[in-house]
């Protein structure tokens, strides 16, 4: 097998760094006002912001975290692409355009329509940072993985340096460019990974005659301890009746979270109408389902020529399948272009994260309840979101040092399960039960929320067993993995309870407002014209 070359791999990255800053650059020229900060101008167009949304959605996870997950187990591996992929059919038919039509910025301008302002966007600025939280550990694990596989990096020091300067360059993409200097970054790295990973696609099924049977053989056939179970459900979860149950709650989580996640629904501001916010998601489900079925043939593709052994034993594991594929195929300036692209899907989503979550607190919390909404602080509240980015970024880099070394399609599942729970069942309720009141909404918000991440911490995934986050502890009280079987339910209970219990009256008013809005768009925040 070829080596990797460091210096190649370091000026590949460096010049994809260079063009993408000189785009943020650019693009920061229109950059004046809050909404051109947080919501790109609404200046894109439906198939330019559906590019943009993959560019968000294919996160590290995706192409380095479900291609090692199915090099090493399969089937079982193809589960997660199945489920990021139906989780959009609920975001096009019950939440895309609806949102649009609702909103202006962010996720608590939709729940707060009808509600009681300040304790609302309080609650969904909580629950953005959380699961962009979660989700920023998923991709800061994986630039450690990454880089320490290229750069030949095996101490933890080198690797926490990695997701330092990681750290680093997401906050300057965000505070130079903003929402449109993001959707710009997004645009070419969902560009260069679907090319990057069709070529490889092609290029794998070349070496066996464009015959998928005759690569799962030799991928069963490459891997002596798995076998014929590659083929079929179980290798992973099929062991044991909780195994089951926690493939359950995975797959609940990943096809509910996509509809509750903050850095995906702002993508549908950035367009000027919701037909604009229909075609964006149309378009992001063809590119998405279409990559999705590359890293059918990546991951099977990894197992057959590079084998598990070779990739349990690279510095990222599971995450370094796709890398190790490329530098098996076309050695190191395939793995440099490669893991450039790998890295540059990195960058493209933590940038995404960062301005979600910091356009949150400085909309919610700061215009709305510190400023109680006045008009005159517009360009104080792009201040605050790029101070809150910087806060945000240094936050996310020690939780990736700490997280280093997981699989990250795991990780970003448990970011899933927190918007399936504490997201989905306040934003449904909101737009179709008219008895809902704001003390639901902080019932299911808070409820879920605090429900997920409790049921978290007492998961095997943070102590108890070899592969936990942190292996010599031992408080895992609760069984599963992942607590979206749990949480997801008794987040919709509590919005239930926490509604029939108040004394709270919704706003007849309001609510018919907000439903004519939301079905027809008439008073939806317009595109601003430069």
Partial sequence: MNESSPILNISIFGVFVLITLFVVIRASRNTKTAADYLAAGRAFTGPQNGIAIAGDYLSAASFLGIAGAIALNGYDGFLYSIGFLVAWLIALLLVAELLRNTGKYTMGDV?????????????????????????????????????????GITGTGGQALVIAVVGALMIAYVLIGGMKGTTWVQIIKAVLLIAGAGIMTVWVLGKYGFNLSSLLGAAVDNAPKAGEKLLGPGLQYGKTGTSKLDFLSLALALVLGTAGLPHILMRFYTVPTAKEARRSVVWAIWLIGIFYLFTLVLGYGAGALVGPDTINAAPGK????????????????????????????????VAGLTITASASFAHDIYANIIKKGKEEDKDSEVKVARLT?????????????????????????????????????????????????????????????????TLIILSPAVSGTPTSMFKNADFDLFPLSNPGIVSIPVAFLLGYVGTILSKDKADPVKQAEMEVRSLTGAGAEKAIAH
């Fill in 318 to 349: 599971a995450n370094s399948a796709a890398p190790l594929l490329a530098l098996e195929l076309g050695g190191p300036i395939l793995l440099g272009l490669i893991a450039a692209v790998a890295f540059a899907t990195i960058l493209a989503v």
């Fill in 389 to 453: 980015a910087v806060v945000i970024g240094l936050v996310s880099i020690g939780g990736g040092i700490i997280a280093n070394g997981q699989n990250i399609a795991f990780l970003v599942a448990l970011a899933f399960a927190v918007a399936a729970s504490a997201n989905l069942p306040t934003i449904l309720y909101s737009l179709f039960w008219k008895r809902f009141n704001t003390s639901g909404a902080l019932w299911s918000i808070y409820g879920g929320l605090i429900v997920t991440i």
């Fill in 111 to 151: 729940l707060s329509f009808r509600m009681r302002q300040r304790p609302v966007r309080a609650a969904a600025a909580t629950s953005t940072m959380a699961v962009s939280f979660f989700y920023l550990l998923a991709q800061m694990a994986g630039a450690g993985g990454l880089v320490a596989l290229l750069l």
